[in-house]
Each structure stands twice: as structure tokens, then as C-alpha cells.
């Protein structure tokens, strides 16, 4: 593998000082924890690389012919990771977007190892605070129709967390505006896709 030097002119040059257009080579798939602002940030991000935005609970909601909480009831959960399954591997066939994933679609095997064979993965993370109010706003996620959601975002912190630690980007959500961490995000894309350009030289 080559070192990254400054003047080398093979290196695609993708920093705000020399803006070009960030093009990403795959699709990019958003995963983490409910809450966190996968769809908010990647539908930001599918803008600004001028890709398009996908997100995969609407697709599972379009096969279904209904509402996740619905799947959720009429037929469990078993059901609706099958279901999650089976799109999203349909869907990383389609050209090069953004995909934002449901939070527990990286913690199915097959799925992650099709994400990792032909996506860029990216963990969103945020702190439970953040992701506590940001879910209370709604009542479709049927995970957290529960007595104590915070107990529950903290017992799925403990069991999912190692696991989104295996996407190929982390970057931590900024309580504020979308935008700074939209920055966030296309700064560790850019570096990471900027990375293995040269790992492949
Ligand atoms: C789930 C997250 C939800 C949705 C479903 C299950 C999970 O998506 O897929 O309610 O297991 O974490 P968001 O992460 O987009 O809320």
C-alpha cells in the first residue's frame, strides 16, 4: 500500500480547500440505533452527492402492503426481518444511493455481509439523550412501546452497538443542525473513500 503524500497527483484532491464533487463508487448504507437520523442525514447526503435516497422501512412498508407496526402485530418480528432481509438485498442491486437501514437490519448476518461485500456502511451514532427525545416525537416503532424506552435503547446499546462497530465509517450525530452533521458525515466519506483509492494503487 502507498503512503498518502500531499503533492502526489493521482490522489483525488476532496477537501474544502479544493471542493470537487464527491462521487461515491457505492451505494452508501446508513445503519444505527432508532433515533439517531439515518433518514434526516442520509436523504442530506444522497442531495448533496446528487444520488438518490432510499429508505428501506418505506420499501418494507410498500412490499407489505402496510405500516411496520402493522407487520409487527399481524405477524411479529420474525416476519419483519425476513421481510427486511429479502429488500435490502434487492435493493443494494440498484445503481449506486444512499440507503438508510432500519436499526436492526446490520444485526442480521446475511445482510451485513452483503452491505460490507457491496456498500460503504455507515454507523450514525448518537448519545441515548438524543436519540430518547428524537423518538418520543413518534409512536411507530414498535420496539419502543414499551414501559421504559430508555431501558430498552440502553439494552439495544449493550447488544448492537459491537456490531454497527463493524461498518466501515462511525460518525457521532451533533445535537443541532442537520447540517453539521451532514458535514460530519461527508468529510469521513470523503477520507474513507479517498483511503482505499489509494489502498488500491
Ligand atoms: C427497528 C428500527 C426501525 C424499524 C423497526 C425496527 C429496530 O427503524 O426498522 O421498527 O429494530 O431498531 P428506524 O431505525 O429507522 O427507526
Redesign the pocket.
Known amino acids: 500500500m502507498r503512503r498518502l503524500i500531499a503533492s502526489d497527483k493521482a490522489i483525488p484532491d476532496l477537501t474544502m480547500a479544493n471542493p470537487q464533487p464527491l462521487r461515491s463508487p457505492k451505494t452508501v448504507v446508513f445503519v444505527g ?3 439517531v437520523g ?2 434526516c442525514i442520509g436523504r442530506r447526503l444522497a442531495q448533496r452527492l446528487d444520488i438518490p435516497f432510499v429508505d428501506a ?1 418505506k420499501e418494507i412498508e410498500e412490499a407489505a402492503g402496510c405500516s ?1 407496526p402493522d407487520i409487527f402485530e399481524r405477524h411479529g418480528e420474525k416476519y419483519f426481518r425476513e421481510g ?1 432481509r429479502r429488500v435490502i438485498l434487492r435493493l443494494l442491486d440498484n445503481p449506486v444511493h444512499v440507503l ?1 437501514t ?4 446490520f444485526m442480521d448476518p446475511q445482510t451485513r455481509a452483503a452491505i460490507r461485500e457491496r456498500a460503504i456502511s455507515l454507523w450514525l451514532r448518537a448519545d441515548l439523550d438524543l436519540m430518547l427525545r428524537r423518538v418520543s416525537r413518534r409512536n411507530d ?3 419502543l412501546q414499551v414501559a421504559d424506552p430508555r431501558a430498552k435503547l440502553q439494552e ?1 446499546i449493550d447488544l448492537r452497538y459491537p456490531v454497527y462497530a463493524e461498518a466501515d465509517i462511525t460518525v457521532d450525530s451533533v445535537d443541532g443542525p442537520p447540517d453539521v452533521t451532514l458535514e460530519r458525515v461527508v468529510g469521513a466519506l470523503a477520507a474513507h473513500i479517498r483511503r482505499n483509492v489509494v489502498a488500491a494503487q
Open positions: 440505533l432508532m433515533g439515518k433518514t422501512d411496520i427486511e438508510s432500519g436499526g436492526g437490519a416503532r414498535p420496539l439495544l
